[in-house]
């Protein structure tokens, strides 16, 4: 019952594990965090190049597209569809109309 209490030397000698052993768990804690973001580097390289023309399609698939979009316009639709540049210019051509933010008929030469 009557333990003599612990000396300062057997006192630091604990706190020097207890401190051991969070330094272990910080460097394990980095680590976890380095190789996620090499992961998350590895996915944003292996992610593919966004198309440069977009085609916005509606609900109904088989119907004309409802929009032509540049690739990075924030206005596309949920439904939209990655397309090559005389693709984008035959729909508007065939009276598909360009989205009125990103305006990709400008950017492709063609103007009403």
């Known amino acids: 019952m009557n333990d003599p209490a612990p000396s300062r ?29 090499a992961e998350r580097q590895r996915r944003e390289q292996a992610r593919p190049a966004p198309p440069d023309w977009l085609l916005d399609y509606g609900l109904n698939k088989d119907a004309m597209p409802i929009a032509v979009h540049t690739g990075d316009c924030h206005m596309r639709g949920q439904r939209s569809k990655g397309v090559d540049s005389d693709t984008a210019r035959r729909a508007l051509a065939a009276g598909v109309p360009a989205c009125t933010h990103c305006r990709p008929d400008s950017e492709l030469g063609i103007l009403d």
Not at 13 to 30: G, K, P
Request: net charge negative; no cysteine.
């Open 9 to 37: 030397l057997d006192l630091l000698r604990f706190l020097e594990r207890v401190q051991e052993q969070d330094l272990a768990r910080t460097r394990r804690w980095i680590a976890d965090e380095e190789r996620r973001e």
